[in-house]
Nanobody
Framework: QVQLVESGGGLVMAGGSLNLSCAAS????????MAWYRQPLGKEHEFVAT????????YYADSLEGRFTIARDNTKNAVHLQMNNLKPEDTAVYYC??????????????????RGQGTQVTVSS
């Protein structure tokens, strides 16, 4: 059974940093994309960042590039999201997803076959 488990969320003040981690089990994802999406309360899922199997190709939401960094660790079947200079508008549940099965790598979250349960990130002003 495939599982994605996120960790590292929490409460942080504006300007602070958090590092989210996603540990995958049940199969290897070293040949497919893993990504992060987020969902602010009452809103739709938003694309955050995605990385290819090797980690060589990385794509970000335009508004987040420069503050967020995605990184793959295939030795641990994991993906990380380093978030710096956090803002209150970054408050959301952050989801790890894996295996781009169809559509755009930066499109709908349902383009990915697997999804974690999410981790809450709250940024206070």
């Amino acid at each position: 059974q495939v599982q994605l488990v996120e960790s590292g969320g929490g409460l942080v003040m504006a300007g602070g940093s958090l590092n989210l981690s996603c540990a995958a089990s049940g199969r290897s994802f070293d040949t497919t994309y893993m990504a992060w999406y987020r969902q602010p309360l009452g809103k739709e899922h938003e694309f955050v960042a995605t990385a290819s199997g090797s980690g060589r190709y990385r794509y970000y939401a335009d508004s987040l590039e420069g503050r967020f960094t995605i990184a793959r660790d295939n030795t641990k079947n994991a993906v990380h999201l380093q978030m710096n200079n956090l803002k209150p508008e970054d408050t959301a549940v952050y989801y790890c997803v894996a295996h781009l099965s169809h559509g755009s790598r930066t499109g709908n979250i349902d383009n990915y076959a697997y999804r974690g349960q999410g981790t809450q990130v709250t940024v206070s002003s």
